[in-house]
């Protein structure tokens, strides 16, 4: 039987920061710019894109590489959603490369980096959920999942029913996006104190 306490051995902050955010981290650190700025859009398409196969290589596909007109148009989607919550598209990304504003081409980068590191995440909590509830029985699964949510519930989000453990035993996206933004939040939460 599967115990909660392997899965949240495996899904403890230090452990996703050791196998997952340092590498990403470091990655980015590694990546020097020139300058702060671009002089034109070329040149901002250019840098993200490059970027984009420097990160990628590093961390997501150890080696394998991207085109360039695919790395530079998966960092401008990585660009626009971000943005876009801030009901902005990649004109103000641009915009911010080439003034100088809002940490420049740095903070853009960054923004890239955060991404493929979330994305990194969410991934490495599905492989434990995929590694630890695959071969499960069903009233296995639905106890996991109870006791996931009764240890985590005070900091997963309103929205995941601690009721109904059964509902997030089949699949359990939902609960991965709970449990990644509340790690989130409670890493920036520390990170202001």
Not at 50 to 68: A, E, K, M, V
């Amino acid at each position: 039987m599967t115990s909660i306490a392997s899965i949240l051995s495996a899904l403890d902050e230090r452990t996703i920061a050791r196998q997952i955010g340092i590498p990403h981290d470091e990655t980015r650190i590694r990546y020097t710019l020139q300058r702060n700025t671009v002089q034109d859009f070329d040149e901002f398409s250019r840098i993200i894109g490059d970027y984009y196969i420097h990160h990628s290589g590093s961390c997501i596909s150890r080696g394998g590489t991207l085109s360039r007109a695919q790395a530079e148009g998966r960092a401008k989607e990585i660009l626009e959603r971000d943005y876009r919550r801030r009901n902005d598209d990649i004109v103000s990304a641009y915009n911010n490369a080439h003034d100088g504003t809002n940490s420049g081409l740095r903070g853009v980068l960054d923004k890239i980096a955060e991404a493929l590191k979330a994305q990194s995440v969410e991934r490495y909590i599905r492989s434990i959920f995929d590694r630890h509830l695959a071969p499960c029985s069903w009233e296995e699964k639905v106890q996991i999942m109870r006791d996931f949510v009764q240890h985590c519930g005070m900091h997963l989000s309103s929205s995941i029913r601690a009721d109904d453990p059964a509902r997030y035993a089949h699949e359990y996206s939902s609960l991965i996006r709970a449990y990644l933004t509340a790690l989130q939040q409670t890493s920036s939460m520390f990170r202001r104190l």
